[in-house]
């Protein structure tokens, strides 16, 4: 009997084996069906008109929405890349909003392209530093909406498409801090910035010693715009790119101040390129000066003439005011524009007025019917009231008349390195080092921190011949700082030094008697100008001396010498 059940045990098995089963095990599954989320529900609201409804009707009062407000967006920035932190954005056609939400790698549900309709009742809305932000509180202020709250008011709509195009952006076109600047409806838009340049090329995007770092964009129109970069973000330790290119990123304000975010390393593009001719036009000479267009686009230590028209002053105070009507208040500064009759203040320069006779001239305190009059100053461009303005003024032109200071026949820029200019070390370790600071600079200390040492340093002109030479005069720009006094940092000429003994053996005058700086600020201010004429007609060395003691050590820059002549 055993046997029998054996026989047929092994013929099942011989069945089994020889049946093929390709009814198994052919591939034919069924693919799971692909959930497209579908919102069943319209918007009733657009973002600007729900920003309006924050801005206009509640005051800006941070406020828990009572009513069905539902609005619609385009996903445009999300926290793919770590440099926004549990927050995205949406835009639709009128405008956008940030969303602070209590949830990392939002990226994986909400993808750029994404549509959202938010239902708001329930939400907290707020202005986190003239920023508006749906979330919900925290703090008294508006913060983020709990994790758990989410699904009760963000729904997708569809599988995420393609984001809208970023709109470009002129600078110019921003209105000036304030405020109002809350109000500005492409706050939080996506948007595009062409022909910009990076200030601090070659450095991180955001290093790691501090959380976030401001990084500054400036456009051919010398305008510019904070760049804020999370040390979290995947592309923190790229260094910014050189020449000129295109970002693209999200506009937002954070208090009195502009800011771009970049979503991705891949929002910088096409940089490397050759700065497009600046706008404008002019040389900077007196014969041919700047426009007030070319001359936004403009920066640096030289000076150059500028021209325009008087239009009014800023009032100095708490807010730095505009004034365009009178009565005028200010008299150390004016504003000048293209035209007589502007009043927007981006399209003006304004104009640092140094005491004495050219502030005299052209201040609207003492002269209002300067105003309306075409000038023109000879100045640096520098910032000045956070817009390209001019500065350290030597020259102006009004009516027919003014000061034009001669031309410089022997300039030194340095541009961070001794230019044509020597180093010689009497004594001690340090030297003279180019430097960074207003532009370009040389420096030379005695104080390595946190020690004090004894130096005496020299920095010595080339030959600088005075042939033919009437009228001769030298300034320099400088700043000092932490001396024991202005004869730790004394200026000589010489007419009989070989340029490569030790100076003390050679014949040097002393040049006194000229306004330099206070020797206790960081500030750089040009001196006044330091007649040369008993050396006319010599072949002139002009040296700069340093001394510092082991209990005492200041600080010396110099960024740029001029030696000029009436003819």
Known sequence: MKKIWQLILAGVFIILASTPFTSCVDGDFEQPPILVPKVDFEANRTILQLKNYYLDTLSRALTLIDKDIIISGIVVANDESGNLYKKMVIQDATGAIELALDKNSLYNE??????????????????????VQLGYIFGGNIGRLPETFISAHLFRDSIPGTPPVATPLNLSSLPSVGGDIVKEPRMSTLVKLENVRFVEVGEMFAPQNVDNTNRTLIDQSGKSITVRTSKYCNFASDTLPGGYGTVEGILSAFGTTWQFTLRSKDDVKEFGGVAPPPPGSGTGTFADPYDIVRAMSASGTNPVWVEGYIVGTIDVGDQNVPNFAGPFVTNTNLLIAASADETNISNCMPVQLPSGVIR?????VTKPGNKGKQVKVLGTIETYFLQPGVKNLTGYWLDGSGVVPATGFFTEEFNQTLGTFTEFSVLGDQKWFGDTYDGGCVTMTGYVAPNYFA??????????????????????????????????????????????????????????????????????????????????????RIAFKYISTTSKAGTWEISRVVVSASN
């Open 110 to 131: 909400y993808k750029l392209g994404q549509r959202l309709f938010i239902k708001t009742k329930g939400m907290y809305i707020g202005d986190y530093n003239n920023l």
């Open 455 to 540: 130096n005496e340093d020299w920095l010595i002109s080339p030959v600088i011949s005075l042939a033919g030479k009437t009228g001769v005069e030298l300034m320099f720009r400088e700043a000092v700082n932490f001396v024991n006094n202005l004869d730790d940092v004394k200026v000589f000429v010489s007419t009989n030094y070989n340029g490569t003994d030790n100076p003390n053996d050679a014949t040097w005058t002393q040049l006194t008697g000229f306004t330099r700086s206070t020797g206790s600020a960081w500030a750089f201010v040009n001196t006044s100008q330091i007649s040369l004429a008993a050396f006319e007609g010599s072949d002139i």
């Open 360 to 364: 005299d001239a052209l201040n609207l």
